[in-house]
């Protein structure tokens, strides 16, 4: 098992630009969630998908939007990158509902100019 | 929404030394969940609390959740340099499965 992966694992991108950051996961988990990583900030979520066919906004979801386009994968994307995206993302997935640990993928570092 | 403190930010400890710290929360939490990270790497999870003043112990680190449920504990005893990373606790009050995390505590040990 794979666990959860993510691409790519390094982006430079230029503002105004788009991409998407792609998660899949192999352990048949409900829930998938996307974080951002920032120095002395901690791990503030992004969206999350409860499970299949939903997803719900987090604490920081302004300028991002979110595909579950299955059980397995969930997609961040972004529109029209600013420097203020510049960040570590992390994918991850739980089982779902109460009491769950969460299983983190290696992280996606974008670097916006 | 729920928030746990996490003070300080960073530690500096000598290998062989004890290391304690804790997680604040100003209201009562269902669960608390326990990560490390390590340099460049992705938070993995340690354990999970879930009843009032419950101990667990995972060789040389004891998670201890406080009575009223509104702190949580972390003590390493005599670090190693292995143990260097962030410690983040999460809440895991929330509906969805969702975590709120703390801003974690980075650990240093000089060898």
């Known amino acids: 098992n794979a666990g959860v992966t993510q691409t790519p694992k390094f982006q430079v991108l230029k503002t105004g630009q788009s991409m998407t950051l792609q998660c899949a996961q192999d352990?048949?988990?409900?829930?998938m969630y996307w974080y951002r990583q920032d120095p002395g900030m901690g791990l503030r979520l992004i969206y999350y998908?409860?499970?299949?066919?939903?997803?719900d906004k987090g604490e920081v979801p302004n300028g991002y939007n979110v595909s579950r386009l299955n059980k397995r994968e969930f997609s961040l994307r972004l529109e029209s990158a600013a420097p203020s995206q510049t960040s570590v993302y992390f994918c991850?997935?739980?089982?779902?509902?109460?009491?769950?640990?969460?299983?983190f993928g290696p992280g996606t570092r974008l670097t916006v100019l | 929404g729920q928030q746990v403190m996490q003070i300080p930010q960073y530690q500096h400890v000598q290998e062989g030394e004890d290391f304690t710290t804790y997680c604040n929360s100003s209201?009562?939490?269902?669960?608390i969940q326990w990560y490390k990270q390590r340099p460049g790497g992705h938070p993995v999870f340690l354990i999970q609390?879930?009843?009032?003043?419950e101990v667990k112990k995972q060789k040389r680190l004891t998670f201890q959740f406080g009575e009223a449920k509104k702190n949580s504990s972390l003590h390493i005893t005599a670090t190693q340099t292995t143990d260097v990373g962030t410690y983040f606790c999460?809440?895991?009050?929330?509906?969805?499965?969702?975590?709120?995390f703390g801003k974690g505590i980075t650990l240093s040990v000089r060898p």
């Open positions: 991850a997935s739980s089982k779902g509902g109460s009491y769950n640990e969460q299983f």
């Open positions: 352990m048949n988990h409900n829930s």
């Open positions: 998908s409860a499970s299949e066919g939903t997803t």
């Open positions: 209201t009562t939490l269902s669960n």
């Open positions: 609390l879930v009843k009032s003043g």
């Open positions: 999460a809440d895991h009050t929330g509906a969805n499965s969702k975590l709120t």
